[in-house]
Each structure stands twice: as structure tokens, then as C-alpha cells.
Nanobody, 124 residues
Framework: VQLQASGGGFVQAGGSLTLSCAAS????????VAWHRRVPGKERELVAS????????YHDDPSQGRFTISRDNNMGTVSLQMNNLKPEDTAIYYC??????????????????WGQGTLVTVSS
């Protein structure tokens, strides 16, 4: 499966962006899906995940309460709504799909597929 992440851009602090993850020619409804982000020079971090049954987990404390992950089962996509963005949210955001339940213990290779990343830049 090939994933496509989109929706990144440039926004001022306090602004909002919605990222979308879609699978080429397929639906994400049968996958558990995660959003990760990577700040240049730092390790990739797991931000949020949503299970096939809609179970949601937020793994990054600073983004809790500001980010919302959701599914559109009709479109077969997964989104990450990001509100009240802060400069420290600046990163490349990646979506990833997995057959297993997603957790912090997973390595990159444990995922079935990764999107190419979409850049989010938040100015102060």
C-alpha cells in the first residue's frame, strides 16, 4: 500500500492546519494508522494513532488537547486536525499504516507503509 500525506504548510502561531492521509487506490479503513513527526536533527516521534475500530490514542503530551485524529470511512482517509499551533510543532509529519495495534514500542519497520511526509512550519 502506498500512502500520501498532504495538508502541510506555513501558518502563524495560533493557527490551524488539517493533515490528510490517503492510500493510493485503496482504503485505510482496514489499517491502524498513526501520525508521526520529525523535527530536523531530532528523533521521529509518534503523535497520535487511530485503530481500525476507531480507538484513538495520543502519544505526545504537548499536542494533546490541540490535535485531533479522525477517520473518514467513506473516503477511506485519516486526518490530523491541528489547532493552536506552536513554533515547536514545526516538523515533517508522516502518516503510517499498520496491521497491528500501534504503540510507542513500534519501530519504523513494524509499519506496513509510510507516507512521504508533509512539512508543517509554524512561525512565532
Amino acid at each position: 500500500v502506498q500512502l500520501q500525506a498532504s495538508g502541510g504548510g506555513f501558518v502563524q502561531a495560533g493557527g490551524s492546519l488539517t493533515l490528510s492521509c490517503a492510500a493510493s487506490g485503496r482504503t485505510l479503513n482496514t489499517y491502524n494508522v498513526a501520525w508521526h513527526r520529525r523535527v530536523p536533527g531530532k528523533e521521529r516521534e509518534l503523535v497520535a494513532s487511530i485503530g481500525r475500530n476507531g480507538q484513538i490514542s495520543y502519544h505526545d503530551d504537548p499536542s494533546q488537547g490541540r490535535f485531533t485524529i479522525s477517520r473518514d470511512n467513506n473516503m477511506g482517509t485519516v486526518s490530523l486536525q491541528m489547532n493552536n499551533l506552536k513554533p515547536e510543532d514545526t516538523a515533517i509529519y508522516y502518516c503510517a499504516a499498520a496491521r497491528q495495534l500501534i504503540g510507542m514500542w513500534m519501530n519504523r519497520g513494524d509499519y506496513t507503509a509510510w507516507g512521504q511526509g508533509t512539512l508543517v512550519t509554524v512561525s512565532s
